[in-house]
Each structure stands twice: as C-alpha cells, then as structure tokens.
C-alpha cells in the first residue's frame, strides 16, 4: 500500500522524532493547512474544531504561549502570522456552526404530509349563544327576522316611550345604570326598547325578534346578575289577537322544550302591554312532578308577555286605531339555566373553560 506522505510533514515528524523544536512558522503553516481541509458534519463536528484549535487548550492557543519565545526580530512577523490564523479559525468555526444550525431548523422544518395532523384546540359557543341562536332559529321558521338596537340608551326609548310615566313605581323596578343625569343617557335595562327603535322607523305589518344583552343594577348571587341576555319579540299587524299571541308561544315552548311541554299564563303587569302575562312551562327536569329547580311548583317562568299597549303604538308613530299587536321578551339565561340545570347565573361570565367546554351546539 502507497500512502503520499506530505514534505512538511515529514519534516515535522522527523523533529519531533529528533526532540527539536519545531519552528513557528511550519506549525502555523500546519495548523492553516488542517484547519482549511477540516472536514464537517453538524454541530458536534464544529465543538471538535473549536476544542482541537481554539479553545484554552487548543493548538492555536497554544501557539500564542509559545510565542514569548519567538525572537523579538521575527515577532512582527508572526504576530500577524498568528493573529490571521486565530481569525481564520475562527471564521471557520462560525460558519460551520452557521451551517450546523440551518441544516437542523431545515431537517425540523421538513414536511411529512403523511403525518396525521395535530388537532386544533377548537373552542365551543357560549352556552348563552347556543340558547340565543337557539330560539333565533325558532322564531325565523315563522317568519320573525332578527334586529338589534344599542346598548346605551335614552329615557325615552328605554322608559317614556314604552308608556312607563315619569315618577312611575315601574320605573324602580328595572334598577338602572345611569351613565348621565338630565337627559338621562343609561345602559338598557331590556330589549323592550328595541321595540320603540323599530316601530319608530319602519310601519306594520312587523315581525321580529331582538336578542340582546341588558343591565340592571343588581345584587350579584346565584340567580341574579347586572348583565344578562333577553330575546325580545314583536308582531304588530291588522287584527293581531292575544290568541296568536298564545298560539305562537306554545309553538315557541315546544319546539325549544319538546312536544310534550305544557305551557301556562298567568296574569301580570308590564306598562307597555295590555293585557299582560307571563308564561310558564312545565319543568323539563321533574316533568311536573316537583323538583328543587321549579321549587316544587312544576313550573318554571320563562317569559313576559302582552298585547302592545295602544299608548305605545302612538308614541312610536303608529295607528293604534288601525293595527294592534303583542310582544314578549324571554331571558336567556334563565332558561339556559332550566335546560342545563345550571345552578348559579355566575358561572356564566366567569369564563372558567372547565364549565364552558361543556356545552355543545348544532346551531
Ligand atoms: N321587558 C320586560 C322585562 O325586562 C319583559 C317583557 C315583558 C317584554 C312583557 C315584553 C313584554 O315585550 O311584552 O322584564
């Protein structure tokens, strides 16, 4: 076998064989010629480059130890020998790690399309939409479109207009949030006032719904809260009766509880309608029997109801000699509460994920 063995290198092993010193100049010669042709593969290939010459026990360190020996002629010389070599080195260790690193991120970055994908953290609707869309859907089968109207609103459209007097104990039923005195600018406390919003704009026939979220200024507890969601309703047309007005409430009630659901109205008292009721409906949980969620009454109140109040149409600039109509206006949360038998209202808006990941939808 034939191995071409280098002059220099000859020369240097012959040294060394012989215990003389090898000069400077031949080991930096060496060095520059290993360094150049050093061979690399990842990042563990440049950390050996960088501990063989760089490093405190490195070759080139080494060389700059010895180069107190050197004669002081010959030391401008290999002063800049040494250096250009240490920065040769050097800026070959770098790029390799360079290249180590960009060969990794690319072999991290590489696609496998056959690999099966990771699933997506999907969230899941609010339990207070699913109900929303729940009973938007109900209503829009029968021809209900859908309006909104803000959040801020004037007295007139929350309170004056909806035939609740100045002064009226009615009034201080719906505890307000006042956002400004004289005139008065406060946060709704119903949907009823989307109801003068459209009546005001837009003459009958009118059939729509309006969900939304109202504030009152309540003690916060299990069953009460300062914000929480109605779906308000209103149909006003020529010859509007209470009988459709109870036909389209049972309609509602079976569709959103069950077919099996009875429905009941009780007579009540809301200053924009005339007559007034609220509904209630069979408690889905004890199927009337009685259970702590209806109190043991077998009936759970979901809803107020009436036909607009004649004073109201003419507020909003509509005849009331001409067409009547009814409204209503249904509570979110309390019915999700009944179809969930969520316990306490709170949970509603404390967002804790462990409660809200437990309601799914179809809608
Ligand atoms: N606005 C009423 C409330 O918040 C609910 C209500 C009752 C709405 C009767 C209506 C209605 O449209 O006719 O307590």
Sequence with gaps: MYFRIPQRNLLYSLLKLLNRPIPMKDKIDKILKDIESYKFDGKEAAEQ????????????????????????????????????????????????????????????????????????????????????????????????????????????????ALNFPEEHPARDMQDTFFIEKDPDILLRTHTSSVQVRVM????????????????????????????????????????????????????????????????RFRPSYFPFTEPSAEMDVSCQICHGKGCNVCKYTGWLEILGCGMVHPNVLDFCKINSKKYTGYAFGIGIERTAMMMYQVKDIRLYYENDIRFLKQFTSAI
């Design 200 to 263: 005001e704009n837009s003459q009958p026939p009118i059939r729509s719904i309006f969900p939304g979220r109202v504030f009152r200024n309540e003690a916060i507890s299990a069953r009460s809260h300062c914000i929480f969601h109605q779906v308000e309703g209103l149909y006003i047309d020529k010859d509007v009766s209470f009988a459709d007005l109870k036909q389209t409430l049972y309609y509602f009630a079976r569709e959103f509880l069950g077919q099996d659901t009875r429905v």
């Design 49 to 160: 480059f960088r501990l063989k010459y760089l490093s405190k026990k490195g070759q080139i360190t080494d060389l700059f130890s010895q180069f107190r020996h050197v004669a002081p002629e010959e030391r401008k010389t290999f002063g800049k020998l040494l250096n250009d070599l240490k920065n040769k080195a050097q800026s070959i260790f770098d790029e390799a790690n360079k290249q180590a690193s960009a060969q990794e991120e690319k072999g991290s970055t590489d696609i496998d399309l056959t690999r099966p994908s990771l699933s997506a953290p999907l969230g899941s609707r609010h339990p207070v939409s699913i109900v929303r869309n729940k009973m938007t859907d109900i209503f829009s089968r029968i021809g209900f479109t859908v309006e909104e109207g803000p959040e801020i609103e004037n007295d007139w459209h929350n309170f004056t």
